[in-house]
T-cell receptor
């Protein structure tokens, strides 16, 4: 089945120790998104890739970076995790053909729960 | 800018009773509207969506929602609640995206409603 896969499902890191979260998709979608979701809150968009074009949200901290080496994979790098970065990180994908051709149904992975000690 | 308001962060119903989760949106253009469900420690799963056409949309697990432009609402309903429905629900609105700028359209989520189902 076509899907969005996130690894690992649970990640524990230490304060200040860089960590990388992984997302892959078999949907061949051209857009990939990273969201941060803290406990009992709505998902907050960090950034997205439209093909190879990286789009950062204005309020995303510099501590968060992303890479998309190919269509299928996207990585979230947290350079120096703080206690406030503990959250569920959700990857999503969509097929965007332009504003006149597509609405933004997004397909989500199961998420990676990050714990910062 | 678009926004979504979900009235009631927690809703409790009895098993077999009607489920009504409220969602109001603000959008300067005709909206695309979505309801997602999230089970504990899981990603978001699409329940249903409204894009164009029929304003009453049916989704999975017996849920449906009606788009009411005059009320800027997209409330989620289910005639008879089941224990397995107890989880978190998010309403979302999508913009159309800019033209030829290398960015895609985005979802704006409400703050979520946790549904509790009691015996």
């Amino acid at each position: 089945d076509a899907m969005v896969i996130q690894n690992p499902r649970y990640q524990v890191t230490q304060f200040g120790k860089p960590v990388t979260l992984s997302c892959s998709q078999t949907l061949n979608h051209n857009v990939m998104y990273w969201y941060q979701q803290k406990s009992s809150q709505a998902p907050k968009l960090l950034f997205h890739y439209y093909d190879k074009d990286f789009n950062n949200e204005a309020d995303t901290p510099d501590n968060f970076q992303s890479r998309r080496p190919n269509t299928s994979f996207c990585f979230l790098d947290i350079r120096s995790p703080g206690l406030g970065d503990a959250a569920m990180y959700l990857c999503a994908t969509s097929r965007y053909l332009g504003r006149d051709f597509s609405y933004n149904e997004q397909f989500f992975g199961p998420g990676t729960r990050l714990t910062v000690l | 800018a678009q926004s979504v308001t979900q009235l009631g962060s927690h809703v409790s119903v009895s098993e077999g009773a009607l489920v009504l989760l409220r969602c109001n949106y603000s959008s300067s253009v005709p909206p695309y509207l979505f309801w997602y469900v999230q089970y504990p420690n899981q990603g978001l799963q699409l329940l249903l969506k409204y894009t164009t056409g029929a304003t009453l949309v049916k989704g999975i697990n017996g849920f449906e929602a009606e788009f009411k432009k005059s009320e800027t609402s997209f409330h989620l309903t289910k005639p008879s609640a089941h224990m397995s429905d107890a989880t978190e629900y998010f309403c979302a609105v999508s913009d159309l995206g800019p033209i030829n700028t290398g960015t895609a359209s985005k979802l704006t989520f409400g703050t979520g409603t946790r549904l509790q189902v009691t015996l």
